[in-house]
């Protein structure tokens, strides 16, 4: 068994290659603007590490260049991008803080997400019921008496979630059959 113990070089980096880059994986995700820029970025340091005569200052003039043509032809939006994720998480049962937190990770400012969230109708409390029904978790066990004696890892699991605990305790004191 032959074991390659040393690196394929990378391939060059050019404005040209690293928008192809960029389009391949617009091709495959939607993305924000800080999202796609941090991706480039590892790119061209990761080039920049095996290659130490490449100056990554001209390429990351590039990435910036790109990210802009790529806005004025809408092939990235921050706003697109939050709707879709809002929308996602909302149907995976995630709460508010545990959404915003995310969308502020991948570079989404605060302004856009309140008032994305304004938009939309959001009952932290049938969230926090369709979170719960997911993982078996308080109401939704089947035995009572291992409803009783996981009733804090229950709490727990909820409020490490993001519910507000009020929510928390109106779900895990609650009997829905």
């Keep these: 068994m032959n074991l390659r113990t040393t690196q394929r070089p990378l391939k060059k980096i050019t404005k040209v290659r690293l928008k192809n880059i960029a389009l391949y994986y617009l091709k495959r995700f939607e993305s924000s603007e800080q999202n796609l820029k941090d991706v480039l970025k590892r790119r061209v340091d990761r080039y920049a590490f095996q290659n130490k005569d490449f100056d990554p200052n001209e390429a990351l003039l590039w990435i910036d260049e790109i990210i802009e043509e790529f806005k004025q032809k809408n092939y990235v939006s921050d706003k697109r991008f939050a709707e879709i994720k809002i929308e996602h998480y909302l149907n995976a049962g995630k709460p508010k803080r545990y959404i915003s937190n995310k ?38 066990r089947t035995d009572p008496q291992t409803r009783k004696e996981n009733r804090q890892k229950d709490m727990g699991t909820l409020l490490r979630a993001g519910f507000d605990y009020e929510i928390v305790c109106d779900i895990i004191g609650s009997n829905f059959d």
Excluded at 107 to 115: A, H, N
């Design 103 to 140: 969308l502020k990770a991948k570079g989404i400012d605060e302004q856009t997400i309140s008032d994305l969230f304004e938009c939309k109708e959001i009952d932290e409390k049938t969230n926090a019921l369709n979170f719960a029904k997911k993982k078996k978790i308080g109401p939704f």
